[in-house]
Each structure stands twice: as C-alpha cells, then as structure tokens.
C-alpha cells in the first residue's frame, strides 16, 4: 500500500507521476503494490502524517487488501513512523527506507557495500528510540532508568563506532582512487550523469564497445564504471558512469557517494542523459542539475544528450526539446543512432573547454617527450636541429600543475612544420 501527503493545489498529473515512480522503486525492490491513498494537506501531520480520519480511512484499506506494508512517498519522523505502526499494525516505510533497500540489493563492490551501509546507519541512528520501547520503564524520577534505555545507549554506540570504521575504510577507497586517476591525467574526461534509468550504461556501452552491465530498471549502476574510447580525431579518452539520481535522493546517500561521485567532479565535460521519451522529462532534468550544484558541479561545461528518441513519436516534442537546450545532441543508444555525432560534439566541446601550449623539449631530455604523449594531447611535433617542438592541448583544470611542471619547456613559438605523431 502507498500513501502520500499532497500539498493543496498540486497539479494532479506530476503527483501522479511521484506515485509511479515510487511504484518503479517498490518493483525494482521485489514489492508488489495492493492500492494507494492520498490526501490534500498544507502539510503533513506532525504525528501521523495523515490526519486523523485518514488513518482510521488507511488501516481499512489496510485490513481488506491484506497489505503488509504501508510506504509513504515523503521522508517519516521517527515519531510518525511510530504512532502510524501502532495505528495500522503493520509496517511503516518512507521512500527513502525503499530507495536504501535498492541500493543494498546493487551494490556489488566493496566500495559500493560500504557506502550503503554507511548512509544506512546514518538514516537508523536517529529512529532506533522506537526499536526499544518495549524494554522503557513507563515512569520517572531518579534511579528509575529503565534497561530499554541503557541498551539504545549501547546501540547509539555501536552504529556511532561502526560509522566511524565505514568512514576511514572510505577515505582508504579514496586513496586508491586518487592514485588511479593520476595514471589517467592529461586524457580528456568525460562523465555520464542523468536521472536514473535514462539509458546511461546503454549509451556507455555504445562509445566504448565495452561489455557494461545494462538493465532497464532503477539504480541498475551504483559503481563507478571508467572506460577508454577514441574521440574522432583519434585522441584517446575516458568516460565514467555512475549512480542515476532521482527527485527526493536521501541526503545521507549524496554524502555516503561523494567519493564515487567524485570522478563528476573531474570530469572535464558531463554528458547530461535524458529520457525524452518521459513526459516528465523536463522535471528529471531540474533535479540532475539541483543535484550537480549539490556536488560542487555547476560550473563544468555540460553536453545535454537526449536519448531514447525512437521511443519519441511527436516531432514537436523535440523541435521543443532542441530549443530549449540549444547545442543537445539527439540520440538512440539502443538503436545506435546519432552517435557519431555525439562524438564530434565531443570532440569540438572538449577543444573549446582546453588550452594550447607549446614546448621546446632538447633532445637530451626525451623522456619529457614521451611523457607528455601520455599526459596530455599532442596535436604537433616539430623535430628541429637541437631540440623538439611540441604543440599540446591540455584541460583547462589541469592548467595550472601543468605549467608548474613544465614551466621551463613552455615558449611562444608554433611548430614550423608536423611530423608524424
């Protein structure tokens, strides 16, 4: 059974649309839905959520349809998960109580364990009052402390130390990854982001070849999956996939993935995903970019890909679509289409984003050469007489410990003529 609390005057088509999607989550968590129950409030219930005759309305429901569970679209106090139980006899969930469950259900890497464990501890801490109220004593005053408290005490301790292990074993994780990726420095970065299930893997798997896991359910990709691929000017890149987002993620999941996340954050272009296909969206696209500027990611240049156009039938839809985010890309990653032009939009943003340097490297010095092929794009080679002039494009966020690092090769001058690269 779901239920929510809908604000007076909510367009009744995107509530709808919020009940759907949290029926695709229940689904995808192995829940079978029996009914729904809604009501119109300015706000939720401080104790129940629902008011009082709406709750005598929901346990009828409740006792005929023989659910088991009652989960709310919204978050939950402690005290409304509570006093509804009591009132309804059976259990009593939020979205993000479902959203949680899924993630654990996906993670299949140590990283991925870990951080779920830890945003599920932090979202227990806070509600474990209610575990233990058979054991209180009903009663006060001094020396009167009851065994219910002295073990919630005990719990809080426990989940407090345990976090704190989840915390440093990130932190390692992290570590690991920083190494990774300065084997990667000086290639273009590319990073998938989008709105779960708007066909990020599929389109991955498309531009890369690779063998990436694909499924079409929620939060199907939790890991962070890095690929290599060839822009069309034969440059070698990386794109990364992640997590999908979704309107209402709990905050102690953006912070648990922050490390995972973080290959957003370096990523010298974010290829935005859509599902044009979804009536909604355009509301998808909001919550992606409210989640991006959560992250610290609002400012790095952005490709909007809307995928999934075979699914489109109304021209104007896209006609719309295109004009309201000028410079997309339209595409089908199931059907392969458009995607060589997605890759020259690639290619041509990556060149606006980065900067042209030029290097006189003396030949008693070639291994700087060789490096800087693997660091950074060579576009011209110039072997002259004493020395190599080298002209290389280099990400405008790695500017910086660029010129630091070679400041003293760094000149002015432009390769008279190219050599073979």
């Given at each position: 059974?779901?239920?929510?609390?809908?604000?007076?005057?909510a367009?009744?088509?995107?509530?709808?649309?919020?009940?759907?999607?949290?029926?695709?989550?229940?689904?995808?968590?192995?829940?079978?839905?029996?009914?729904?129950?809604?009501?119109?409030?300015?706000?939720?219930?401080?104790?129940?959520?629902?008011?009082?005759?709406?709750v005598?309305?929901?346990?009828?429901?409740?006792?005929?349809?023989?659910?088991?569970?009652?989960?709310?679209?919204?978050?939950?106090?402690?005290?409304?998960?509570?006093?509804l139980?009591?009132?309804?006899?059976?259990?009593?969930?939020?979205?993000?109580?479902?959203?949680?469950?899924?993630?654990?259900?996906?993670?299949?890497?140590?990283?991925?364990?870990?951080?779920?464990?830890?945003?599920?501890?932090?979202?227990?801490?806070?509600?474990?009052?209610?575990?233990?109220?058979?054991?209180?004593?009903?009663?006060?005053?001094?020396?009167?402390?009851?065994?219910?408290?002295?073990?919630?005490?005990?719990?809080?301790?426990?989940?407090?130390?345990?976090?704190?292990?989840?915390?440093?074993?990130l932190?390692?994780?992290?570590?690991?990854?920083m190494?990774?990726?300065?084997?990667?420095?000086?290639?273009?970065?590319?990073?998938?982001?989008?709105?779960?299930?708007?066909?990020?893997?599929?389109?991955?798997?498309?531009?890369?070849?690779?063998?990436?896991?694909?499924?079409d359910?929620?939060?199907?990709?939790?890991?962070?999956?890095?690929?290599?691929?060839?822009?069309?000017?034969?440059?070698?890149?990386?794109?990364?996939?992640?997590?999908?987002?979704?309107?209402?993620?709990?905050?102690?999941?953006?912070?648990s993935?922050?490390?995972?996340?973080?290959?957003?954050?370096?990523?010298?272009?974010?290829?935005?995903?859509?599902?044009?296909?979804n009536?909604?969206?355009?509301?998808?696209?909001?919550?992606?970019?409210?989640?991006?500027?959560?992250?610290?990611?609002?400012?790095?240049?952005?490709?909007?890909?809307?995928?999934?156009?075979?699914?489109?039938?109304?021209?104007?839809?896209?006609?719309?679509?295109?004009?309201?985010?000028?410079?997309?890309?339209?595409?089908?990653?199931?059907?392969g289409?458009?995607?060589?032009?997605?890759?020259?939009?690639?290619?041509?943003?990556?060149?606006?984003?980065?900067?042209?340097?030029?290097?006189?490297?003396?030949?008693?010095?070639?291994?700087?050469?060789?490096?800087?092929?693997?660091?950074?794009?060579?576009?011209?080679?110039?072997?002259?007489?004493?020395?190599?002039?080298?002209?290389?494009?280099?990400?405008?966020?790695?500017?910086?410990?660029?010129?630091?690092?070679?400041?003293?090769?760094?000149?002015?001058?432009?390769?008279?003529?190219?050599?073979?690269?």
């Amino acid at each position: 059974m779901i239920s929510a609390v809908i604000k007076k005057g909510a367009d009744p088509d995107v509530v709808d649309e919020h009940l759907e999607e949290l029926v695709m989550l229940l689904d995808t968590a192995g829940v079978d839905v029996v009914g729904r129950l809604t009501q119109e409030r300015e706000r939720p219930d401080i104790s129940t959520a629902f008011g009082k005759g709406k709750v005598e309305e929901l346990k009828e429901l409740v006792d005929t349809s023989g659910a088991s569970c009652v989960v709310f679209d919204d978050e939950l106090s402690p005290a409304q998960v509570r006093n509804l139980e009591e009132a309804l006899k059976v259990k009593v969930l939020d979205r993000s109580n479902v959203i949680l469950d899924i993630f654990a259900s996906h993670a299949r890497t140590q990283e991925a364990r870990t951080q779920v464990e830890l945003a599920q501890l932090e979202y227990l801490l806070p509600r474990l009052t209610r575990m233990w109220t058979h054991l209180s004593k009903q009663f006060g005053g001094v020396g009167t402390k009851g065994p219910g408290e002295t073990q919630i005490e005990t719990d809080r301790r426990m989940y407090r130390t345990r976090m704190q292990r989840l915390r440093e074993k990130l932190k390692e994780i992290d570590v690991q990854r920083m190494v990774q990726r300065k084997g990667r420095e000086g290639l273009p970065r590319f990073a998938l982001v989008g709105y779960t299930n708007a066909g990020k893997s599929s389109l991955m798997r498309v531009l890369t070849q690779a063998d990436v896991y694909v499924q079409d359910q929620l939060f199907a990709t939790l890991d962070t999956t890095v690929r290599t691929f060839a822009l069309p000017s034969g440059q070698k890149a990386l794109i990364s996939d992640t997590v999908g987002f979704i309107r209402k993620l709990p905050t102690q999941l953006v912070a648990s993935f922050r490390s995972t996340l973080s290959e957003t954050l370096e990523a010298d272009i974010l290829l935005h995903v859509v599902d044009v296909s979804n009536p909604h969206y355009r509301e998808h696209m909001a919550v992606v970019e409210s989640t991006l500027s959560e992250l610290g990611a609002s400012d790095t240049p952005v490709i909007v890909v809307f995928n999934k156009i075979d699914n489109v039938q109304q021209r104007e839809l896209l006609d719309d679509a295109e004009a309201e985010s000028p410079g997309c890309v339209f595409v089908s990653a199931h059907r392969g289409l458009n995607i060589d032009r997605l890759l020259h939009v690639m290619q041509s943003t990556y060149e606006e984003s980065a900067v042209l340097r030029t290097l006189r490297i003396p030949y008693e010095s070639m291994n700087i050469v060789a490096r800087l092929y693997s660091e950074v794009e060579v576009l011209r080679r110039s072997d002259e007489d004493s020395d190599v002039l080298l002209s290389v494009r280099v990400p405008a966020d790695l500017l910086a410990p660029f010129t630091a690092k070679y400041r003293q090769y760094v000149t002015n001058e432009v390769p008279s003529h190219t050599s073979a690269l």
